[in-house]
């Protein structure tokens, strides 16, 4: 805390939450799409953004990719890669149907929320799966297990709730989710069924966790938290929540420093920087650029915890897809 001597003494400091930025998860896909477009050459097609960034989409646009909405926007005979979100199994038979060789960056702690609700859908149990309405990775998870997924989006959705039989009945959760949040949701579940069971392992992402941990720190001590994330990215937002939780004055969600307003910086001396886990490093070092040269060029790092997880990359990659393509639409492959 600072000394009662006048304000303007205090001197202008950044806090850089670590770890920030780039999860695993992210990190695969990415580097999925750019293996992608060099094994195979472009055009490689992406179904949905790849990861909830701007930037990231642009820049691998500039490289060949093609972004489309829907699988069947793709023409036959083309490789698509299925977003680090995840897609529902309908969306691996439109690939199969619209002759296309497959690529899936679906984020391997995703995959683990799918497989969990497939074994719960297949011991028949009601799963409550705690996350926000039409979010990629919702539709996706739901699509697992239509009849036995039942959407509860925060805690005040849960009076809404009825299952078939409250002794079977299970909660998984979207991985980008507000780790207190969701543990608010839970405890309203568990007092509405006291016999709800819990996932094996906890599905809100290590590195979500992570990031919240970092920015509650750096909240509790700062003016300001710029959080650099687009408007789309779930866990970017939940950062901007858990900063002001923490006892920021302010927060905001920008995209770059071009989207700072000066404004936000009066009367503050601690400004606290963090970004989602689908941000590029380059962009954050954009906002302390932008912060140095407004008087914030002290800059210290605030990290409460290290990360060292790695995902290996797609098995897809190690085959020739353009060559499993084409034989899909001369006919060549016709188990499907």
Not at 120 to 147: Q, R
């Amino acid at each position: 805390m600072g000394s009662m001597s006048a304000p303007a003494a205090e001197a202008r400091r950044v806090l850089l939450a670590a770890p920030r930025g780039y999860c695993a998860g992210v990190d695969r896909a990415v580097i999925a799409v750019e293996e992608a477009l060099k094994q195979y050459g472009a055009p490689v097609y992406v179904r949905h953004e790849i990861v909830h960034n701007k930037y990231v989409v642009k820049t691998l646009e500039k490289k060949g990719a093609i972004f489309v909405e829907e699988t069947e926007e793709v023409p036959e005979g083309n490789i698509v890669i299925f977003s680090a979100h995840g897609v529902a199994p309908v969306v691996h038979e439109e690939a199969e149907r619209g002759k296309l060789a497959s690529i899936d960056a679906t984020c391997p702690l995703v995959t683990k929320v799918h497989k969990e609700a497939v074994r719960f859908a297949k011991e028949d149990y009601d799963i409550l799966l705690i996350g926000h309405e039409g979010h990629e990775e919702v539709i996706g998870t739901s699509g697992e297990a239509p009849d036995h997924i039942t959407l509860v989006d925060g805690p005040g959705d849960v009076e809404n709730v009825s299952v078939r039989d409250e002794n079977k009945v299970v909660w998984l959760s979207q991985t980008t989710l507000s780790v207190d949040e969701t543990m608010e949701t839970v405890d309203a579940l568990e007092k509405k069924f006291p016999n709800l069971l819990s996932p094996p392992s906890d599905d809100i992402c290590y590195a979500t966790q992570n990031r919240q941990v970092a920015i509650k720190q750096v909240g509790a001590d700062s003016d300001l938290v710029i959080v650099v994330g687009s408007q789309n990215s779930s866990n970017s937002k939940r950062l901007v929540e858990v900063a002001l939780g923490a006892g920021a004055s302010a927060s905001y969600l920008v995209d770059g420093a071009d989207e700072i307003d000066e404004a936000w910086l009066e009367g503050v001396t601690t400004v606290g920087v963090t970004s989602g886990a689908s941000v590029p490093e380059v962009l954050v070092d954009g906002v302390l650029d932008w912060l140095a040269e407004r008087g914030y060029g002290d800059v210290e790092i605030v990290q409460p915890v290290q990360e060292s997880i790695t995902f290996s990359l797609p098995k897809e990659l190690r085959r020739d897809l353009r060559a499993e393509a084409a034989e899909k639409v001369s006919g060549g492959s016709s188990e499907a």
